[in-house]
């Protein structure tokens, strides 16, 4: 859906450089194309938005816990605590929060999510990167001490 939706964007683009008069350049070797104001915005815009699309979809975040890390949706915001071993102690992912944090009119891209270490071991600041929304997060062994709160 992604590729189609880019693909037609770039036709429309094309479409629209070609439909105004001042567009194209006769003499091609020294500028190919001047785009108005509106078309080069779109560009940018448009450029963001790709940038975005190839970000990572998730990410592992290093606790101070050498076996603990914490997984990261960059989508989404949901997030898992993941334990590895490198003899018979168990290995396991632990769900830390599976609430989509994004709602359906709003974008999910990838990167759109950041989490940030704090001086507590334990806990994370986790970020909206694109409305500014805050939530603490707060990693255990024990499932008791596991939580995500929303940071108003």
Same mark, same amino acid.
């Given at each position: *859906?992604?590729?189609?939706?880019?693909? +037609?964007?770039?036709?429309?683009?094309? +479409? =629209?450089?070609?439909?105004?008069?001042?567009?194209?350049?006769? @003499? !091609?070797? /020294? @500028?190919?194309? #001047? +785009? =108005?104001?509106? &078309?080069?915005?779109?560009?940018?815009?448009? &450029?963001?938005?790709?940038? %975005?699309?190839?970000?990572?979809?998730?990410? +592992?975040?290093?606790? %101070?816990?050498?076996?603990?890390?914490?997984?990261?949706?960059? *989508?989404?915001?949901?997030?898992? /605590? !993941? /334990?590895? =071993? !490198? @003899?018979? =102690?168990?290995?396991?992912?632990?769900?830390? &929060? @599976?609430? #989509?944090?994004?709602?359906? $009119?709003?974008?999910?891209?990838?990167?759109?999510?950041?989490?940030?270490?704090?001086?507590? *071991?334990?806990?994370?600041?986790?970020?909206?990167?694109?409305?500014?929304?805050? $939530?603490?997060? /707060?990693?255990?062994?024990? &499932?008791?001490?596991?939580? !995500?709160?929303?940071?108003?």
């Amino acid at each position: *859906m992604r590729k189609i939706l880019i693909a +037609l964007i770039a036709c429309l683009i094309g +479409l =629209s450089c070609y439909a105004q008069e001042n567009t194209v350049v006769k @003499d !091609v070797e /020294q @500028d190919p194309l #001047i +785009l =108005s104001p509106r &078309d080069s915005m779109f560009l940018e815009y448009m &450029d963001i938005y790709l940038s %975005q699309l190839r970000g990572p979809r998730y990410k +592992l975040y290093p606790t %101070q816990n050498t076996w603990t890390f914490i997984k990261l949706d960059t *989508m989404t915001g949901q997030l898992w /605590q !993941v /334990q590895y =071993s !490198v @003899d018979k =102690s168990p290995r396991m992912e632990y769900t830390l &929060d @599976d609430d #989509i944090k994004v709602y359906t $009119w709003e974008e999910q891209i990838c990167g759109r999510f950041e989490l940030y270490e704090t001086k507590n *071991m334990y806990n994370f600041i986790l970020l909206d990167t694109i409305n500014g929304k805050c $939530w603490q997060v /707060q990693w255990s062994i024990e &499932d008791k001490n596991r939580f !995500v709160i929303r940071i108003y």
